[in-house]
């Protein structure tokens, strides 16, 4: 069957092209380059460009970039063992073929550990290579699954602190005013945002995963604009009338399959054609769900601390992770949950296989773990995949059958 | 080597590290109901399981055969994760009461949720949740109240409140520790001390890591006053070089010995750096507050972030302070913030005209042929 492309799709690609072409392009605009779980908000309200590296390698790598510009970092000396990403970027930065022309030069970082320590090291490194400042943004891991007050209270006082060294970045005084309204904003998306997840969760699917990672960008770039509130208010609108006609995105949904961590970009359409020879449809993923949180306008300093700190996995126990995948995976009616063992990233792979364990348990459908790389085409086998998860089907099916012979 | 005095300290290190059970066992007979408290390297502030009545003893792993603990933790994952895994799941730690992880890496973050997941029912799993950037006063504030719930923790596991006054009297053996640990480096830098090889520094430092505080200060008190420092000049052989990369994970003493079989004497190292760099803290007002800034003001190593104190600064300083004539970087396999410095420190040292090599390692020595030839080459080049 042919799928329809989503009409939102070229509402998104026409506002990033025009984010990555204005970026850093009017003069008075200063430059942060900033990590993809930092509450950048704070450098969109005081009228900064912000770009977000991650993002930005992860767009290169759908377009087969990846290889050629890890090969430019690595003769450069880069490791190997470094985050495929910070790969990727740095062969950008040493001049290799980027997208949209490379990125703009950054004027401050704004680096948050939230997501990771990887993020520290890349950074200070790009730091050193710009002569530029890096604001740090220290968040705790929450090894007990909540965010204790003195984290929280840590984490406030980073802000503001990062706050006075924007106003000296930029020369004019913080307005605390602006600060609320690119809260608000970025609130706004982020609920159209998650309703559109909500509704991507019905059965038959109202859109597969690649689309709704398609239109992914703004939520991660652009949040605290109006630009994002529309691109998200328009997917709503165009999932609720599909979901209201009953639209079949995949059309015959023979096994819903859940994706868990970053996706290998360079070969995900590849994978979910491969899905779809069998009737699979990826329809969910737990990566998604890193973009969503509860912030309030009237206290955006506590709730950006807060929601930035926990809304993401990676940095939160295994325990936590656990329940909150199973309830994702749960919400999708899923049959089956494939988990992509990252290689570069240990954030969000260590703890895999008790994940693995406890989703079979509790949900009682096939996991596969399947190895592979988010940027890094040579930690990917395209045999070893397919037929990892050719077996995962056929696991899926095993277990249909010994269900319908136990009923 | 000749000096009597260090022989006899180091035998008392090794043979307590050949069996940690036993010297466990005994400290905890003459002390019934006393815990025992693990904790992973870099960093954990030992002085407060010290003041809660505590044994604290470092969790190094070690080259054991890995094979349960690979349905936890992948195999891209440094040697240490994986061996201290496994050392668990075979019940070598069930000794311990408690074990404590400090934050320093994504893969010890995860490793320790695996064990407070897993491994819960065996011993109190938690963390001392450390800031990774060292240069702002919110990370001291910070820092003195997560040291005051570890404290809170610490002193339920041990049914006794952890006072001031305890807390203060460890302070002192542990500063006194430390201090005697740099004499230590200073001695070796000396004629009488240059004989000691990079292995036999790790050995003795790593018992600071199992001996209880006090017992510890004691062999080195003895030590020094036995060997009379500079009175024993031992012949100094070898090309003074530094080694960089040896805070967490530790290499078999057998790779460390090829650095002086290949004519290279290590002058200045960072082996248990973490545990080593927070140097004296201070003793007047909240013991809390002044672990919490020494461990701010304390040495920037991969894992820890400060604006103003880059690592490769340290480094220099460590060459510079042992006139040594290069740098060798050993980097733990799969420890991606060891990796992510050597583009770096490599930058840096060539800027200097300082000649470095880099070398990876596991726990496990495995073949140390092409090791010893790359630590020749090395050697030849810095004549």
Same mark, same amino acid.
């Given at each position: 069957?042919?799928?329809?492309?989503?009409?939102?799709?070229?509402?998104?690609?026409?506002?990033?092209?025009?984010?990555?072409?204005?970026?850093?392009?009017?003069?008075?605009?200063?430059?942060?380059?900033?990590? &993809?779980?930092?509450?950048?908000?704070?450098?969109?309200?005081?009228?900064?460009?912000?770009?977000?590296?991650?993002?930005?390698?992860?767009?290169?790598?759908?377009?087969?970039?990846?290889?050629?510009?890890?090969?430019?970092?690595?003769?450069?000396?880069?490791?190997?063992?470094?985050?495929?990403?910070?790969?990727?970027?740095?062969?950008?930065?040493?001049?290799?073929?980027?997208?949209?022309?490379?990125?703009?030069?950054?004027?401050?970082?704004?680096?948050?550990?939230?997501?990771? /320590?990887?993020?520290?090291? +890349?950074? &200070?490194?790009? &730091?050193?290579?710009?002569?530029? $400042?890096?604001?740090?943004?220290?968040?705790?891991?929450?090894?007990?699954?909540?965010?204790?007050?003195?984290?929280?209270?840590?984490?406030?006082?980073?802000?503001?602190?990062?706050?006075?060294?924007?106003?000296?970045?930029?020369?004019?005084?913080?307005?605390?005013?602006?600060?609320?309204?690119?809260?608000?904003?970025?609130?706004?998306?982020?609920?159209?945002?998650?309703?559109?997840?909500? %509704?991507?969760?019905?059965?038959?699917?109202?859109?597969?995963?690649?689309?709704?990672?398609?239109?992914?960008?703004?939520?991660?770039?652009?949040?605290?604009?109006?630009?994002?509130?529309?691109?998200?208010?328009?997917?709503?609108?165009?999932?609720?009338?599909?979901?209201? $006609?009953?639209?079949?995105?995949?059309?015959?949904?023979?096994?819903?399959?859940? +994706?868990?961590?970053?996706?290998? +970009?360079?070969?995900?359409?590849?994978?979910?054609?491969?899905?779809?020879?069998?009737?699979?449809?990826?329809?969910?993923? /737990?990566?998604?769900?890193?973009?969503?949180?509860?912030?309030?306008?009237?206290?955006?300093?506590?709730?950006?601390?807060?929601?930035?700190?926990?809304?993401? /996995?990676?940095?939160?126990?295994?325990?936590?992770?656990?329940?909150?995948?199973?309830?994702?995976?749960?919400?999708?009616?899923?049959?089956? %949950?494939?988990?992509?063992?990252?290689?570069?990233?240990?954030?969000?792979?260590?703890?895999?296989?008790?994940?693995?364990?406890?989703?079979?348990?509790?949900?009682?459908?096939?996991?596969?773990?399947?190895?592979?790389?988010?940027?890094?085409?040579?930690?990917?086998?395209?045999?070893?995949?397919?037929?990892?998860?050719?077996?995962?089907?056929?696991?899926?099916?095993?277990?249909?059958?010994? &269900?319908?012979?136990?009923? | 080597?000749?000096?009597?005095?260090?022989?006899?300290?180091?035998?008392?290190?090794?043979?307590?590290?050949?069996?940690?059970?036993?010297?466990?066992?005994?400290?905890?007979?003459?002390?019934?109901?006393?815990?025992?408290?693990?904790?992973?390297?870099?960093?954990?502030?030992?002085?407060?399981?010290?003041?809660?009545?505590?044994?604290?003893?470092?969790?190094?792993?070690?080259?054991?055969?890995?094979?349960?603990?690979?349905?936890?933790?992948?195999?891209?994952?440094?040697?240490?994760?994986?061996?201290?895994?496994?050392?668990?799941?075979?019940?070598?730690?069930?000794?311990?009461?408690?074990?404590?992880?400090?934050?320093?890496?994504?893969?010890?973050?995860?490793?320790?949720?695996?064990?407070?997941?897993?491994?819960?029912?065996?011993?109190?799993?938690?963390?001392?949740?450390?800031?990774?950037?060292?240069?702002?006063?919110?990370?001291?504030?910070?820092?003195?109240?997560?040291?005051?719930?570890?404290?809170?923790?610490?002193?339920?596991?041990?049914?006794?409140?952890?006072?001031?006054?305890?807390?203060?009297?460890?302070?002192?053996?542990?500063?006194?520790?430390?201090?005697?640990?740099?004499?230590?480096?200073?001695?070796?830098?000396?004629?009488?001390?240059?004989?000691?090889?990079?292995?036999?520094?790790?050995?003795?430092?790593?018992?600071?890591?199992?001996?209880?505080?006090?017992?510890?200060?004691?062999?080195?008190?003895?030590?020094?006053?036995?060997?009379?420092?500079?009175?024993?000049?031992?012949?100094?052989?070898?090309?003074?070089?530094?080694?960089?990369?040896?805070?967490?994970?530790?290499?078999?003493?057998?790779?460390?010995?090829?650095?002086?079989?290949?004519?290279?004497?290590?002058?200045?190292?960072?082996?248990?750096?973490?545990?080593?760099?927070?140097?004296?803290?201070?003793?007047?007002?909240?013991?809390?507050?002044?672990?919490?800034?020494?461990?701010?003001?304390?040495?920037?190593?991969?894992?820890?972030?400060?604006?103003?104190?880059?690592?490769?600064?340290?480094?220099?300083?460590?060459?510079?302070?042992?006139?040594?004539?290069?740098?060798?970087?050993?980097?733990?396999?799969?420890?991606?913030?060891?990796?992510?410095?050597?583009?770096?420190?490599?930058?840096?040292?060539?800027?200097?005209?300082?000649?470095?090599?880099?070398?990876?390692?596991?726990?496990?020595?495995?073949?140390?042929?092409?090791?010893?030839?790359?630590?020749?080459?090395?050697?030849?080049?810095?004549?």
């Amino acid at each position: 069957m042919t799928t329809k492309i989503l009409k939102t799709t070229a509402l998104t690609q026409s506002v990033m092209r025009d984010y990555y072409a204005s970026a850093g392009k009017t003069t008075c605009r200063k430059v942060a380059w900033a990590t &993809a779980i930092m509450p950048a908000e704070i450098a969109t309200a005081a009228g900064m460009d912000v770009i977000f590296p991650e993002s930005y390698s992860a767009s290169c790598s759908g377009k087969n970039l990846g290889a050629q510009l890890i090969d430019i970092a690595e003769a450069a000396g880069q490791s190997q063992e470094t985050c495929s990403y910070t790969r990727a970027e740095l062969g950008v930065r040493l001049g290799g073929p980027g997208l949209y022309g490379g990125l703009p030069r950054p004027d401050v970082l704004l680096c948050c550990t939230s997501s990771c /320590t990887t993020v520290l090291k +890349w950074f &200070a490194d790009v &730091a050193r290579h710009f002569n530029c $400042e890096m604001i740090v943004i220290d968040m705790p891991f929450n090894f007990s699954g909540k965010i204790t007050e003195h984290s929280q209270r840590y984490i406030v006082k980073q802000l503001q602190e990062a706050i006075r060294r924007i106003e000296a970045v930029t020369g004019e005084p913080y307005d605390m005013e602006k600060l609320s309204q690119a809260v608000a904003l970025s609130q706004e998306a982020g609920d159209y945002y998650k309703k559109c997840l909500e %509704l991507g969760t019905t059965k038959p699917a109202p859109m597969t995963t690649i689309d709704i990672l398609t239109n992914l960008a703004p939520i991660t770039c652009m949040r605290g604009t109006q630009a994002a509130v529309d691109v998200y208010k328009s997917l709503y609108e165009e999932l609720s009338e599909r979901v209201a $006609e009953g639209y079949a995105a995949a059309g015959e949904e023979r096994y819903r399959i859940v +994706w868990d961590n970053i996706p290998f +970009w360079f070969a995900l359409g590849k994978t979910v054609r491969f899905l779809s020879e069998f009737g699979a449809v990826l329809v969910g993923a /737990t990566y998604l769900y890193h973009w969503v949180r509860e912030l309030d306008p009237k206290a955006p300093l506590e709730t950006l601390a807060r929601e930035f700190a926990t809304s993401i /996995t990676l940095n939160q126990s295994v325990a936590h992770k656990i329940d909150k995948i199973a309830a994702i995976v749960k919400s999708y009616q899923a049959d089956g %949950l494939i988990i992509h063992a990252n290689r570069s990233c240990k954030a969000d792979s260590l703890g895999a296989l008790d994940l693995q364990r406890e989703i079979t348990k509790r949900l009682g459908i096939p996991v596969v773990m399947v190895d592979g790389d988010h940027t890094d085409p040579r930690a990917y086998s395209e045999g070893v995949v397919q037929t990892r998860i050719q077996a995962f089907l056929e696991a899926i099916d095993a277990a249909r059958e010994s &269900a319908a012979t136990a009923a | 080597m000749s000096n009597e005095a260090f022989s006899s300290l180091l035998q008392r290190c090794s043979e307590a590290l050949a069996d940690r059970r036993s010297y466990i066992e005994t400290w905890k007979a003459r002390r019934p109901g006393a815990k025992v408290v693990g904790y992973f390297p870099t960093y954990v502030p030992t002085e407060l399981v010290i003041a809660a009545g505590a044994l604290p003893v470092g969790m190094w792993g070690g080259p054991v055969a890995v094979s349960r603990a690979n349905a936890y933790i992948q195999q891209y994952t440094c040697s240490i994760v994986r061996s201290t895994t496994e050392y668990a799941l075979k019940g070598t730690f069930d000794i311990l009461d408690a074990a404590l992880f400090p934050p320093i890496c994504d893969a010890v973050k995860l490793v320790s949720s695996i064990w407070n997941l897993d491994f819960s029912d065996r011993f109190l799993v938690d963390m001392v949740n450390l800031p990774e950037r060292l240069d702002s006063t919110a990370s001291v504030e910070y820092l003195g109240a997560e040291l005051q719930r570890v404290g809170d923790t610490l002193a339920g596991l041990c049914g006794q409140p952890i006072t001031d006054a305890a807390l203060r009297a460890a302070i002192t053996s542990c500063n006194r520790m430390r201090s005697l640990q740099e004499e230590l480096y200073r001695w070796r830098r000396t004629a009488a001390g240059a004989g000691v090889s990079l292995a036999q520094m790790q050995t003795v430092l790593q018992a600071g890591t199992l001996f209880d505080s006090d017992e510890y200060v004691a062999l080195l008190e003895a030590f020094f006053a036995a060997s009379g420092l500079a009175t024993s000049a031992g012949k100094v052989r070898g090309l003074p070089v530094v080694v960089t990369g040896l805070p967490c994970q530790q290499p078999h003493a057998s790779f460390l010995d090829v650095f002086e079989s290949s004519g290279l004497r290590v002058v200045n190292d960072d082996l248990f750096l973490g545990m080593r760099a927070c140097g004296q803290i201070a003793m007047d007002g909240d013991p809390y507050a002044n672990i919490a800034r020494a461990f701010t003001e304390s040495v920037a190593l991969a894992t820890r972030y400060h604006s103003q104190r880059p690592r490769h600064e340290f480094v220099l300083e460590q060459v510079r302070a042992a006139k040594a004539k290069g740098v060798v970087l050993l980097i733990p396999k799969f420890c991606e913030a060891e990796w992510f410095d050597l583009r770096y420190l490599k930058e840096q040292l060539a800027q200097q005209s300082i000649p470095c090599i880099s070398l990876d390692f596991e726990e496990d020595p495995g073949s140390l042929g092409a090791v010893q030839t790359r630590l020749e080459a090395f050697a030849e080049t810095l004549a």
